[in-house]
């Protein structure tokens, strides 16, 4: 479904509610905008959650209220995304158990420490896991017997409250970094939360209300708190896609990574390079700032530009791909002019979506998977959802 018009940027400057609806009324590109559909009741939206999910009137409230205050339409297409994702992160568990979470942040502990703390406060750190708060109910003991990550975050809190207030750490050699910056949260390895694993970085950025670090961890592993950051997260930006699949995609691996993943993809065929498809255009730091040395795809913009004799500075490019993250990329003199040149060398259709490649990893992790498993096993229970509301008539 294409957009027909844009909204203006002064909706920027509105409040989520009402950006909400305004990309609704203006027809913006996503695919769940469907004004002619009707709209699911409570009771109706419980009925689309699996039959094994405990509570599932309590869960269809929350979702209920939560697609309310953001203004999404609550369509059978819009609630079975939803739906879809919150089974695959959760399977509707507010605080899911992770089978063998103590033994893997113990290896994670191990395996980083010396990474985020340097050799000096490692040490400090590692003496600490095995004696306090006292030798017989150390740390390290407690870890190995965590089952979910809200007692596993809480112990982590725990455990760097202790270290910052016990040790001096502007005192030790090479630590003075640390001073004047919260400690357990610059350390904490849990940063994807809840029924639907949000990052705390995006949690952060859009929270409800005025509540500190602590409490917006505790918030995100409620019932409520989870779903509601999650579903920001999935649904509140528009896109063109043609399929949910996409949708679940940039879920896993970050905003626009299908769109961007097709941009990288009709760069890679006007040029002899090989990209990553991995919907990164920019490099990135681990807090998320943009890195100020060029990527691949830069490099490779700038190139393909002065060998076609198309007018766009580095400085441009560089600017533009700034965007890479918004709606707003798609009206880029650098985005316009890829789309033209595939057209002219290629002959063929400019590519919207197309599945990123990108590899996940983590410590809550058996073994490695890519965004195409992910995503597919989502749109696997999207599917079955959109079946089970034929199925009811809905």
């Given at each position: ?122 040490g400090y750190f590692k003496n600490m896991l095995k004696t306090q ?262």
């Open positions: 479904m294409k957009k027909n018009l844009r909204c203006t940027t002064a909706i920027k400057s509105l409040s989520v509610l009402v950006l909400s609806l305004s990309l609704i009324a203006c027809g913006e590109g996503s695919w769940w905008s469907k004004n002619d559909e009707p709209e699911l009741k409570e009771e109706q939206i419980k009925r689309l959650i699996p039959t094994r999910v405990q509570n599932r009137g309590s869960w269809a409230g929350d979702l209920y209220e939560i697609t309310d205050q953001l203004g999404i339409p609550k369509t059978k297409e819009n609630i079975c995304t939803i739906i879809a994702v919150v089974d695959q992160e959760s399977n509707f568990v507010a605080d899911p158990q992770v089978p063998g979470l103590g033994e893997k942040a113990i290896r994670e502990v191990d395996q980083r420490l010396e990474d985020k703390l340097g050799v000096t406060l490692a708060p006292s030798p017989d109910d150390n740390y390290l003991s407690r870890m190995r017997k965590v089952k979910t990550e809200r007692e596993l975050d809480e112990l982590y809190r725990e455990m760097f409250n202790h270290f910052s207030k016990h040790y001096h750490v502007s005192a030790l050699t090479g630590a003075a970094r640390l001073v004047g910056q919260d400690v357990s949260e610059r350390l904490n390895p849990i940063t994807t939360l809840g029924s639907m694993q949000v990052h705390i970085g995006y949690a952060k950025e859009h929270k409800r209300s005025g509540m500190n670090m602590a409490e917006l961890r505790s918030d995100l592993y409620t019932q409520n708190g989870g779903l509601y950051y999650g579903i920001h997260r999935l649904m509140m930006y528009p896109a063109d896609y043609d399929k949910p699949l996409y949708r679940f995609a940039d879920y896993n691996s970050g905003r626009y990574s299908s769109r961007n993943a097709a941009f990288q993809s009709m760069l890679n065929d006007l040029t002899e390079a090989e990209l990553d498809l991995d919907g990164d255009l920019l490099l990135y730091n681990k807090d998320g700032s943009i890195r100020s040395n060029k990527s691949q795809s830069e490099r490779e913009l700038i190139a393909v530009f002065a060998a076609n004799n198309v007018l766009i500075t580095p400085r441009q490019i560089r600017s533009d791909l700034k965007e890479e993250k918004e709606q707003d990329f798609e009206d880029t003199q650098t985005y316009l002019a890829v789309k033209k040149l595939y057209q002219e060398k290629t002959g063929k259709e400019p590519i919207y979506a197309i599945m990123p490649e990108v590899v996940i990893s983590g410590p809550k992790l058996s073994r490695d998977y890519n965004t195409n498993w992910f995503a597919t096993r989502v749109n696997g229970r999207y599917q079955t959802c959109m079946q089970r509301a034929k199925r009811i008539k809905l």
